[in-house]
């Protein structure tokens, strides 16, 4: 069983950035003073570890008790939480993503010039409630080009901005972009997803056409992850979407002689590699099972 992983896996840029900060700040702070605001990335392996540590992992940014500090998500903190640190004396730690930076501060432009912003993204996701905050919540958020044609909030205006969720794909928000453009007279298109998780995207693509099996590694919350996952099994390929090797069943791997391996934009190297090992111990396994088979049967190994 030959085990094949795509060029690109391990945490972006953006998720490196956010953990480093929120380790230094455990190395230079007494632990018990510092909150963290929701998961500051969506991976169960990851928060597990920071609660180790002893950081208190709150839902509501009034949980925190004045004159701590706190811990945002990578994916932004909204415009009145940001408000409510600073009146609380909360020294806030900001992990906030650069490319969710850039995406609030081009929403906030059009905004100010008057456009209305269409926002390709999960309205319940954090990275978007986050980025509303900071426009009044006037943004009509699509999740699909079908969520688009069938939307009833309202008709598309003359003059729109387009932007996306970090996470989403290229080739869907192209398709919402064309869709717009059949409304408005003037479109105006900020492609603000995220580098690295396109080149992940077409990377996983790539590797489920050539192999047997995809398994994607990451969080079951992870954007980033689950749309690797619906790329890979639209391909036709056999995709299971995991968090940890423990999920992984001895039957996925039954004739199967090339698995690929993918991961989410969140996933630590060290949770692949514990995926990789034990995948490599079910072939050997399906290895001994299919000798022990043909000795049964006569077969005599020459050594």
């Not at 928000?173 to 080149?199: D, M, P, Q, S």
Request: hydrophobic share 35%; aromatic share 6%.
């Amino acid at each position: 069983m030959e085990i094949l992983k795509t060029r690109d896996i391990g945490f972006c840029f953006g998720v490196r950035r956010a953990i480093k900060k929120a380790e230094q700040a455990i190395a230079n702070l007494p632990a018990n003073d510092i909150y963290m605001l929701g998961e500051i990335i969506h991976n169960p392996q990851v928060i597990k570890n920071f609660k180790k540590k002893g950081i208190n992992l709150v839902q509501e940014i009034t949980e925190v008790p004045p004159h701590k500090y706190l811990i945002s998500r990578a994916h932004g903190i909204a415009k009145s939480e940001s408000k409510y640190a600073k009146s609380h004396d909360i020294r806030l730690i900001d992990t906030t993503c650069p490319y969710v930076k850039r995406l609030q501060k081009l929403a906030i432009l059009l905004k100010r010039e008057k456009y209305q912003i269409i926002v390709f993204g999960d309205i319940k996701h954090p990275e978007i409630r986050s980025l509303l905050s900071y426009i009044d919540n006037k943004a009509l958020v699509v999740s699909s080009l079908g969520h688009l044609k069938n939307n009833k909030e309202g008709q598309i205006s003359k003059k729109v901005g387009l932007l996306s969720q970090t996470t989403k794909d290229i080739g869907q928000f192209n398709k919402i972009g064309k869709e717009i453009l059949v409304h408005a007279e003037e479109l105006r298109i900020y492609n603000t997803i995220c580098k690295a998780t396109t080149l992940r995207q077409q990377a996983t693509q790539e590797l489920a056409k050539k192999v047997d099996l995809m398994v994607v590694i990451g969080g079951l919350n992870s954007a980033n992850t689950c749309r690797l996952a619906f790329l890979s099994a639209k391909t036709g390929i056999d995709t299971y979407h995991i968090q940890e090797e423990k999920e992984l069943a001895n039957k996925w791997f039954k004739n199967k002689k090339k698995i690929g391996i993918t991961s989410g934009t969140s996933t630590p190297d060290e949770v692949t590699d514990k995926v990789i090992l034990e995948i490599k111990r079910i072939a050997e396994n399906i290895e001994d099972s299919s000798d022990n088979k043909l000795k049964k049967a006569g077969v005599k190994f020459i050594k």
